[in-house]
């Protein structure tokens, strides 16, 4: 990824809606970008966007529309141009498909799996946050409804921008209440404590030796939704991730980036 570590997803989206010379493309994409924006978090750092939230995107946007290919276009040519700038570790575009494909790519059914399978394996640090989350959300709900409430009572609600707003808002925290709802039911936490150290696994924190640069680097191998290239937080299913699950101290891996293959030795398997 390039130094562009701190980038927010509005200022992500600036830039491309700039790099962007057709005006009329411009004007058709911009609206699904700026709704992407609104419900992943416009200061969300781009550096830390996850494909879960991408998939959960996807599904939200696409619900009742004829042709969901064509409202998704605009968010798949900005993830792509993301990737090819070296915002993200890897390509997020695929995961911005149509419901059907989501559901299967992202949730587990209950007939195939039992409703006790968990969905995450997440640290007891990153579910403390995503708990006080949806603790700040729930309390939200009624503030919004009281918004919803004043709005109506303000003129014509056939043209009323802030009950359109408040009605936004409240479709927004209450999918993301249910996701999280969801989520933490299903959730696994990790102990870093009893992490594998002798194979690297969910929860390593992995040294590498740059085989090229003959630099050391190290990662903390994390579940899809608590991913964070800033914090040294990588993927299990991103390219490095996938490449050193279940290798040893020794072990060379060679990793496919949008820049080239890169070599590694695993140099250490921590906790």
Known sequence: MTNDAHLSISQAIDIFVAHLKDGRQ???????????????????????LHAI????????????????????????????????????ETSL????????????????????????????????????ELQAELERLRAEVPRIRETIRLARSDGDIRENAPLDAAREQQQLVERRIRQLEND?????????????TEKVSIGSRVTLHDLGAQQPRSF??????????????????????????GRSVGEEVTINTPRGSVQYRIEGIGR
């Open 26 to 48: 411009i004007m058709q994409g911009q609206q699904e970008l700026l709704r992407f924006q609104a419900r992943i978090g416009r200061d969300k750092l781009i550096s830390t």
């Open 184 to 196: 933490l039911a299903r959730v696994e936490i990790v102990d870093a404590a009893n992490a594998d």
């Open 220 to 245: 903390t191998l994390v579940d899809v939704r608590e991913a964070d290239a800033s914090a040294g937080k990588i993927s299990t299913v991103s390219p490095i991730g996938e490449a050193l699950m």
């Open 53 to 88: 939230e991408v998939g959960d995107y996807a599904r939200w946007t696409t619900e009742n529309v004829e042709n969901p290919a064509s409202r998704l276009d605009p968010v798949k040519k900005f993830l792509t141009f993301a990737n090819r700038k070296g915002w993200t």
């Open 93 to 128: 575009a695929r995961y911005a498909a149509a419901p059907r494909r989501n559901r299967r790519r992202f949730q587990n059914s209950d007939q195939s799996t039992g409703a006790s399978t968990p969905t995450a394996r997440l640290s007891q640090e990153r579910h403390t």
